[in-house]
C-alpha cells in the first residue's frame, strides 16, 4: 500500500500527513508540479496554506498540474484524501460538495475537537464505529462548511455536541462524495497518530484507507 | 479594456466580517446603519472582456456562497 501526499508551495502539513501514512503503508511525496502519481495507491491532499491561499483558500491550488491528475485518480475510484487545506482544494476543484467559509469568530482556531462517527462503513472510517467519539485537532481560520443542498450531503463525522469550533452548518466536520472514494474534513487526523501528543483517533482513518485498499474492512 | 469584478456574499450566507463591520459603527458614534455586508473589489485590464463571466465563474468568485458584478 503506497500513500501519495501531494506538496504545493505553501503546504505546511505535508511532512506530518507523510509521517501519519508511514505508520500504516509506504508514502511518497507528489510535487504540484508534476502531473505522474507515482503509481500510488491512495491520495493525501494535506493541510496548510496552498498557493498562500491568496483569493479564497484552495481556489488557485485545484489549477496545480497534480491537480488534474488527482482528478482523474479520483473519478477512476482512487481513495482521495484531503485534510483541512487539502479539503478546502477539494471543494473549489469540485471534487467534494459544498464550500468552506471563514470561521464565524473571524478567528483562528487551534484546539482539540471531540467527533462524533455518523458513518462508520466508508473507506476512510472503517476502523471506526457507529457513534465513536474521535479526538483530534482542528487549526484554522475557514472551517466553516457551507452547503446549499444540506439533504444531499454525505456528511461521515460530526463535531461532538457544544464542540463545533467554527459555525459549520449542522456541525458538519467532514463529508465524502457520492461514490465514497473521496473524503475531506476540516479537523488534522495526522496531527493525532500517537498518545504522545494527546490522541491517535487520527490513526483510524489511514488504517481504515489502507484496509480499504487491502480490499477488506477492519472489524 | 479596464474591468471591475465586485464579489460579495450570497444572500442567506452568514457574514461574520459585514456583521464585526455593523457592530463597530455604532461603537464610533455612528447610528442607523444596517444589513452590511463585506465582499471584495477585484480591477483588471482585459483585452476579450466576454472571457469575463467564465473568469468569474472558475476563479475570481466561488458561485457556491458568492455573487459577483461586472462592471466594465
Known amino acids: 500500500m503506497k500513500f501519495g501526499v501531494v506538496r504545493f508551495p505553501g503546504s505546511c ?3 506530518d500527513a507523510l509521517l501519519a501514512c508511514e505508520r500504516v503503508g509506504d508514502a511518497t511525496m507528489l510535487w504540484h508540479a508534476d502531473r505522474d502519481l507515482n503509481g500510488v495507491d491512495a491520495v493525501v491532499v494535506p493541510g496548510g496554506f496552498s498557493y498562500g491561499d491568496y483569493l479564497r483558500a484552495g481556489a488557485i491550488a485545484r489549477f496545480a498540474p497534480v491537480m ?3 482528478a482523474e485518480f479520483a473519478r477512476d475510484g482512487g481513495l482521495v484524501l484531503g485534510i483541512c487545506n487539502g ?3 477539494l471543494c473549489e476543484a469540485g471534487l467534494l460538495p459544498g464550500a468552506l467559509l471563514p470561521n464565524v469568530s473571524l478567528k483562528f ?3 482539540q475537537v471531540g467527533l462524533t462517527v455518523v458513518e462508520p462503513d466508508t473507506a476512510f472510517t472503517s476502523a471506526c464505529e457507529a457513534g465513536e467519539r474521535l479526538s483530534i485537532p482542528v487549526k484554522h481560520m475557514s472551517g466553516r ?3 446549499p443542498e444540506p439533504e444531499s450531503v454525505r456528511v461521515v463525522l460530526r463535531y461532538a455536541s457544544g464542540e463545533n469550533p467554527n459555525g459549520s452548518q449542522d456541525d458538519i466536520a467532514a463529508v465524502r462524495n457520492e461514490a465514497g472514494n473521496v473524503f475531506g474534513l476540516m479537523p488534522h487526523p495526522e496531527h ?3 498518545l504522545l501528543t494527546g490522541s491517535d483517533s487520527g490513526l483510524r ?3 481504515s484507507m489502507r484496509a480499504h485498499v487491502a480490499g477488506h474492512a477492519l472489524v | ?3 471591475r469584478v465586485l464579489v460579495r456574499p450570497k444572500d442567506g450566507i452568514l457574514d461574520p466580517q459585514g456583521q464585526a463591520v455593523e457592530r463597530a459603527l455604532p461603537a464610533l458614534g455612528f447610528a442607523g446603519v444596517s444589513n452590511v455586508h463585506v465582499g471584495r473589489l477585484i480591477e483588471l485590464d482585459v483585452e476579450d472582456p466576454d472571457k469575463l463571466p467564465e473568469m468569474c465563474e472558475q476563479l475570481l468568485s466561488n458561485p457556491l456562497i458568492e455573487d459577483y458584478e461586472i462592471q466594465t
Do not use: L, P
Open chain 1, 68 to 70: 488534474e491528475s488527482v
Open chain 1, 109 to 111: 482556531v487551534c484546539r
Open chain 1, 13 to 15: 502539513d505535508d511532512v
Open chain 1, 192 to 194: 493525532a497518530v500517537d
Open chain 1, 145 to 147: 462548511y457551507f452547503t
Open chain 1, 87 to 89: 479539503f478546502q482544494v
Open chain 2, 1 to 3: 479594456m479596464r474591468a
Open chain 1, 205 to 207: 482513518i489511514f488504517e
